[in-house]
């Protein structure tokens, strides 16, 4: 577990001093937001509408921050110091999930508010907590998967071309949930009924595919 | 293998005889219904493929065996071919029943269309590593990944469709006529032995064609001190059958 928290710290303490990931994720989901604006050429929206804008533009802003995520490994030898150090190689992936954790919540940090300002009139500061709750639980599923499929990606040829055709499709369900559950959030007047179906659908799909990159990571960390 | 060829070729000449012949046309969608014998036998094929490719790609992490890796890829590779079928034939029934050639609620078709688009991944990610051990790992993992998402993904598209509409068609081998039954387990039989059949011949084809690419680099290793200077040329000759 120390393994872990080392290698995460040492990633959040290269974004902290390089500020390569988050700023870029924010600026392109702001960025998204206003083009989503002349592109629906809507001022306000309001349900499903709100719930699809906020998550596709999150999804797509996330995948930025993870085909970034083994760059430096790759680049700097980084995973030939994991195989080479006396600790268990899922440790990476926990690390790289953490990190990647810690990027999308300060992602959301900003990107919500900026969200709310533009496009929501009323209500958004009573659904918060709830859509705080949904928000946490989808990042978890794209975290784990993510680590996952970059650390498959960064070692092909066609890596950052391959992550996102390979993330997509899987990010499916996950989608699926967490803007069901923010459509009913964002309601006018909110609803809150079925919220909780869809967050248990959530903790399923982070479960399932937790345990599966946790079982199948050391056998992508074999060279 | 010819056998098995002939059993699926009489087993699917009989389903065709039984869909056009004997099956009754069904009361609401009439004679457009019948295109269900080839649609939900190749979906029901298609995805029990994909999912035999996940076992399979677990043999080949426990087993390290490359064998296994061929027969996984082969799953995928007819799956998706047979997907190809499923989304035809689909979109054909739906503009004979609703009008429209593609429609989003029917919670099915749009699953299986979000599992074709993830096993379409399959082959940039095999194609993109050199490496043949590493690319047996890789595309094992994938498979794995993916065998288990088939099930969640029916699942989240279901309950997204549900709330808001009723299931147009709910026809499944329990609740149907016997005659219509029958003629469905028959086209089931058949689709899924093509498949058997197509798997076993490409497996074959794979297998013939590293034999020979094994034998060409062993005649070459003899000829080479005849011929003098070829050596870089054998060098690189890829020791194991590519895929």
Known sequence: MSAVWAIARKDLLVELRTKESVPAMALFAVTTFVLFHFGLDRDRLEGDLAAGVLWVTLLFAAILGINRLFVAEREQAGFDGILLAPIDRSSLLLAKALALLVYLVALETIALPVFALFFIETGFWSALPRLAAVTLLADIGICVLGALLASIAVHTRARDLLLPILLLPLAVPAIIAAASASEKLLSVPMETGGVAKWMAVLALYDAVFGLIAYALFDFLMED | ?243
Do not use: C
């Open chain 2, 1 to 243: 293998m010819r056998p098995l060829a002939a059993l699926s070729t009489l087993l699917i000449g009989t389903a065709l005889a039984l869909v056009f012949f004997y099956a009754p046309n069904d009361a609401d969608q009439g004679f457009v219904q019948k295109i269900f014998y080839i649609h939900v036998p190749l979906a029901i094929t298609a995805l029990v493929g994909f999912v035999a490719a996940g076992v399979m790609a677990i043999m080949h992490l426990r087993t390290r065996d490359d064998a296994w890796d061929a027969r996984s890829y082969v799953a995928i590779h007819l799956g998706v071919i047979f997907g190809v079928g499923v989304l035809a034939t689909g979109a054909i029934w739906a503009r004979a029943s609703w009008g429209k050639w593609w429609v989003w609620d029917e919670p099915t078709l749009v699953s299986f269309l979000i599992v074709f688009l993830l096993y379409a991944t399959y082959y940039p990610l095999r194609y993109s590593i050199e490496d043949p051990e590493r690319r047996a790992r890789y595309s094992s993992v994938f498979a794995i990944t993916a065998g288990a998402f088939v099930p969640i993904n029916f699942l989240a598209v279901r309950m997204a469709e549900s709330l808001v509409h009723p299931r147009v068609l709910n026809q499944t081998a329990g609740d149907m006529p016997g005659e219509m039954r029958l003629t469905f387990l028959v086209a089931l039989a058949g689709i899924a032995l093509l498949y058997v059949t197509l798997m076993k011949v490409e497996l074959t084809s794979k297998h013939a064609r590293g034999q020979i690419r094994r034998l060409r680099r062993l005649l070459e290793e003899d000829e080479r001190p005849a011929a003098g200077a070829a050596g870089p040329t054998v060098a690189s000759v890829p020791a194991r059958p590519t895929l």
